[in-house]
């Protein structure tokens, strides 16, 4: 039987995190390509678009029915275009940002590329800047107003993905703010909206404007308790769990947990690791594992 400290090694979820990462990167680089491709078919027609608008008169006869088309022509292409451009540019924010933060970036841009071709659009129908500036500021109010708590989540998540300071894989407590008490689990995604916490089986969904107003308390993950135990013959791996449960006093992270590693014969090999919540206690967590499983083992 063989017992070590088990020194705290990289989250999984960071891991995770880390390969999806790489897979997205390869799916921005597909799409960066097809992106580049669909542009150079988008701004000639967007400039004959703009063509056959400054010569509506001379080629169609009409100024009207032209100048409506042309409005609406160049929302579409000029919404296409930003969606390319945001994709073109996707591969080099993920070289230089986290995903998440890269892909709040790229959204931006996509959605101030897209309001510049409208308004370049709205412009070209016949619309006076101050009516324009007018029409955008009762707009924003009545959207703001009627998204307040959206906009919020949204405005809050992009502070949060730009000033990180928690990251997937971390296990951060969070306390104050509105969340009126404790609340403490493993950062399982960042998005605009909600920051997902992993507390052991439970994901909770955390508004990003209340992540932003609590204070933030990083929490280092305390080093486990790994045991390799061969196991006198007769003895079912169920009877040392039962052991652990009624013997091991110490709070742990999750519950003592067993892993079949080895069947030699007629003896059995396991793998028992526990976790405790902090780390002043594992010297007394692998003291109970001891006591608990000595009897049973070889």
Same mark, same amino acid.
């Given at each position: 039987?063989?017992? =070590?400290?088990?020194?705290?090694?990289?989250?999984?979820?960071? +891991?995770?995190?880390?390969?999806? !990462?790489?897979?997205?990167?390869?799916?921005?680089?597909? =799409?960066?390509?097809?992106?580049?491709?669909?542009?150079? +078919?988008?701004?000639?027609?967007? !400039?004959?678009?703009?063509?056959?608008?400054?010569?509506?008169?001379?080629?169609?006869?009409?100024?009207?029915?032209?100048?409506?088309?042309?409005?609406?022509?160049?929302? @579409?292409?000029?919404?296409?275009?930003?969606?390319?451009?945001?994709?073109?540019?996707? /591969? &080099?924010?993920? =070289?230089?940002? *986290?995903?998440?933060?890269?892909?709040?970036?790229?959204?931006?841009?996509?959605?101030?590329?897209?309001?510049?071709?409208?308004?370049?659009?709205?412009?070209?129908?016949?619309?006076? /800047?101050?009516?324009?500036?007018?029409?955008?500021?009762?707009?924003?109010?009545?959207?703001?107003?009627?998204? $307040? $708590?959206?906009?919020?989540?949204?405005?809050?998540?992009? #502070?949060?993905?730009?000033?990180?300071?928690?990251? +997937?894989?971390?296990? +951060? =407590?969070?306390?104050?703010?509105?969340?009126?008490?404790?609340?403490?689990?493993?950062?399982?995604?960042?998005?605009?909206?909600?920051?997902?916490? !992993?507390?052991?089986?439970?994901?909770?969904? #955390?508004?990003?404007?209340?992540?932003?107003?609590?204070?933030?308390?990083?929490?280092?993950?305390?080093?486990?308790?790994?045991?390799?135990?061969? @196991?006198?013959?007769?003895?079912? /791996?169920?009877?040392? $769990?039962?052991?652990?449960? *009624?013997?091991?006093?110490? /709070?742990?992270?999750?519950?003592?947990?067993?892993?079949?590693?080895?069947?030699?014969?007629?003896?059995?090999?396991?793998?028992?690791?526990?976790?405790?919540? &902090?780390?002043?206690?594992?010297?007394?967590?692998?003291?109970?594992?001891?006591?608990?499983?000595?009897?049973?083992?070889?």
């Amino acid at each position: 039987m063989r017992l =070590r400290r088990r020194q705290p090694q990289e989250h999984p979820t960071r +891991v995770m995190y880390r390969t999806r !990462a790489r897979e997205i990167s390869l799916q921005t680089l597909d =799409r960066a390509k097809r992106a580049r491709r669909e542009a150079l +078919v988008l701004v000639p027609l967007i !400039a004959a678009v703009l063509f056959a608008y400054r010569s509506r008169e001379a080629l169609f006869g009409v100024d009207v029915p032209v100048r409506i088309a042309a409005v609406v022509a160049l929302v @579409l292409l000029g919404g296409a275009l930003a969606r390319d451009v945001g994709r073109v540019v996707a /591969p &080099s924010l993920f =070289r230089r940002l *986290d995903p998440g933060t890269a892909a709040t970036v790229g959204f931006l841009l996509r959605l101030f590329l897209l309001g510049i071709a409208t308004l370049f659009s709205l412009r070209l129908a016949g619309l006076q /800047p101050q009516t324009l500036a007018i029409g955008g500021a009762v707009t924003a109010v009545v959207f703001g107003l009627a998204a $307040q $708590q959206t906009l919020g989540n949204v405005i809050a998540g992009t #502070v949060l993905l730009s000033a990180r300071p928690f990251r +997937v894989g971390d296990r +951060v =407590r969070l306390q104050g703010g509105g969340l009126a008490g404790v609340l403490e689990g493993t950062v399982e995604t960042l998005g605009l909206l909600y920051t997902t916490l !992993a507390q052991g089986e439970d994901l909770m969904l #955390v508004p990003n404007n209340v992540v932003l107003s609590s204070a933030v308390v990083p929490l280092r993950e305390p080093a486990a308790v790994d045991l390799r135990a061969r @196991l006198r013959p007769g003895v079912k /791996p169920s009877e040392v $769990q039962a052991l652990l449960d *009624d013997q091991v006093t110490v /709070p742990t992270r999750a519950d003592p947990h067993i892993g079949l590693e080895e069947v030699d014969g007629g003896e059995v090999v396991v793998r028992i690791g526990a976790t405790p919540r &902090s780390d002043q206690d594992g010297a007394k967590l692998a003291d109970e594992v001891l006591a608990a499983v000595s009897e049973v083992t070889r």
